[in-house]
């Protein structure tokens, strides 16, 4: 039912329910009480009639068991010329024992019947009317007339002390009081049926309004949601082009470094070799005089350091091929070239690293363990230098601790500390993180952080 109403409408269609069979509850239940209300109206007012003209004429009860002619014959005029016998249709006298003594049926005096409910609550004393529908044996007279009355008994009591001696029993045709039940129950129905439908066109308005306030707040809502995700898919696409910024700039940066080692190789380096090949010359033409000669050498020998410092910077520049090699031959070889420079053997923990990474990743932890090795080797003094590699998730983690001096990471500065920059910077531009933990006297521990998964786009 859901998937066709909205809750505006399942709400009013719960409502309706609901107030309809309130409605029905009520209204039977109002029928109920009107028809009983008016039994008890027309029991009270033959009660009256009673204890007015019928109790007097059974006063003789009181001294005899049985009621002499004369008191028959005035119940029998009682029945003819009084309102009360206008209204009526059989009438009968009971007395404790359940025998009747007075009935306009002759054949039913002085026979003793089952004292019914309604026959003992009158003998109690109380006033009690209902509808009968005549299956009672006493009731043959009235069962071949009549299909249904209304039955009133009434207790007959002793003028003097009140007791009950004897109990009065009147039938009456339950049409007159059938027509006024009707139209009761009717005007009831109308008030109800009319009650009914004012709850619920009020509960419906207010129902309304509020679908109506609460429609509006849904679409400002899947508009901000709207507008948020179009804000996340715009940062989204933001973060893909600084990742690929910044894997753009580590291969450039590369290549830059290798075209300087080129630049450096077959320039300055070629006429430093060419300078000292020249010198070489002049120094067999110059060789008469000593003076001459240990100039010739001390110049020749500072050529030699120069062109060996600008080699060993060209190929400290020069990246080797790691396109097709794999992430565990990257750092055998960032630590052979550490180990190449003269620095103690360094110990490696290589772990769950997988075959192959994007070339940039391979670059940055090049880089950054070569750097890492080198400042733990130049600031650390090469004590316990270990580094270790390792995959988790979708990203690859190193790090390279030593137990060297140590220092305060919040007071250095870039200027200072170029390497370290160098690193954060090769983390964050891949989308990584960087972290130095140090204290004075407590070592160093450099941690970098490199997401594996690529951009289609990169």
Request: glycine content about 8%.
């Amino acid at each position: 039912m859901s998937r066709w109403l909205s809750f505006a409408g399942q709400f009013r269609l719960a409502v309706l329910t609901i107030l309809v069979v309130g409605m029905l509850i009520i209204g039977s239940w109002v029928g109920q009480e009107i028809e009983a209300s008016v039994v008890r109206h027309t029991a009270a007012v033959t009660a009256l009639y009673v204890d007015s003209i019928v109790t007097p004429q059974l006063q003789s009860l009181l001294r005899q068991p049985l009621l002499v002619q004369s008191d028959s014959a005035a119940l029998d005029r009682l029945l003819v010329r009084t309102s009360l016998g206008q209204r009526i249709v059989a009438f009968k006298v009971w007395v404790p024992e359940g025998t009747v003594l007075y009935s306009p049926d002759r054949a039913l005096i002085g026979r003793s019947f089952d004292i019914g409910d309604r026959l003992t609550r009158a003998l109690n004393g109380e006033v009690v009317a209902g509808f009968s529908d005549l299956r009672a044996p006493e009731n043959e007279y009235e069962r071949e007339r009549w299909s249904r009355l209304l039955e009133v008994y009434v207790p007959i009591r002793d003028e003097g002390g009140g007791r009950v001696f004897a109990v009065a029993e009147f039938y009456q045709l339950p049409d007159a009081l059938d027509r006024e039940v009707a139209a009761a129950r009717l005007r009831s129905w109308v008030v109800v049926v009319a009650a009914t439908g004012i709850m619920y066109a009020l509960l419906s308005g207010l129902v309304g309004s509020a679908n109506g306030t609460i429609a509006g707040q849904q679409a400002a809502l899947r508009q901000q949601v709207v507008e948020l995700s179009q804000l996340l898919e715009q940062n989204q696409h933001l973060h893909e082009r600084v990742r690929r910024a910044g894997e753009s700039t580590t291969t450039l940066n590369e290549r830059a470094l290798l075209r300087i080692s080129a630049d450096l190789h077959d320039g300055p380096a070629q006429d430093l070799a060419l300078a000292l090949l020249r010198l070489d010359q002049l120094e067999e033409r110059c060789a008469t005089g000593d003076l001459v000669g240990d100039d010739f050498a001390a110049v020749r020998e500072a050529m030699y350091e120069a062109l060996a410092e600008i080699r060993a910077i060209s190929t400290g520049l020069r990246l080797p091929e790691l396109t097709r090699v794999s992430l565990a031959e990257v750092v055998e070889r960032a630590v052979r070239d550490h180990e190449r420079r003269g620095n103690p053997p360094i110990e490696v923990e290589v772990a769950g690293l997988p075959a192959q990474a994007p070339v940039p990743v391979k670059i940055a932890v090049f880089r950054t363990l070569q750097e890492a090795l080198a400042n733990a080797s130049r600031h650390g003094g090469g004590l316990d230098v270990r580094a270790r590699i390792w995959a988790e998730a979708e990203g690859l983690c190193l790090q390279v601790s030593d137990r060297g001096p140590g220092f305060v990471p919040e007071g250095i500065s870039t200027a200072e500390h170029l390497g370290l920059a160098g690193m954060r910077e090769r983390a964050e531009l891949l989308g990584g993180s960087f972290q130095v933990e140090s204290a004075p006297g407590q070592g160093t521990t450099v941690r970098a952080a490199w997401p594996l998964t690529r951009s289609r786009a990169a």
